[in-house]
């Protein structure tokens, strides 16, 4: 069983920057992909990104793209997530997500986090 913590959340100014982690509590040998997805109250969790946990390939919700990026550290089991540019909407909680599949789809993820949560004030 794979457990994944997410920290780095927190209080920001729209236009500022935060950088999320997520640490795996094993090492992960069969999970193909890992990412973000993130949640408001009375909403469906929303794709943020993913990175292909061995080629490190990457993919990004278009509300995103050219502000976060995505990226992993293997020997430590690690996954980031740098936000630039924030903007209020982005205002939810994150959640680190990792699958076996080759999707990166909600109905296909193995593993969730808890989450942290993200406000970000106009």
């Known amino acids: 069983q794979v457990q994944l913590v997410e920290s780095g959340g927190g209080l920001v100014q729209a236009g500022g920057s935060l950088r999320l982690s997520c640490a795996a509590s094993?090492?992960?040998?069969?999970?193909?992909?890992m990412g973000w997805y993130r949640q408001v109250p009375g909403k469906e969790r929303g794709f943020v990104a993913s990175i292909g946990w061995r080629g490190g390939s990457t993919y990004y919700a278009d509300a995103v793209k050219g502000r976060f990026t995505i990226s992993r550290d293997v020997a430590k089991n690690n996954v980031y997530l740098q936000m630039n540019s924030l903007k209020p909407e982005g205002t939810a909680v994150y959640c680190c997500?990792?699958?076996?599949?080759?999707?990166?789809?909600?109905?296909?993820?193995?593993?969730w986090g808890q989450g942290t949560q993200v406000t970000v004030s106009s």
């Open positions: 997500t990792a699958t076996r599949s080759a999707i990166m789809r909600k109905e296909l993820v193995d593993y």
């Open positions: 094993t090492r992960i040998f069969s999970i193909n992909l």
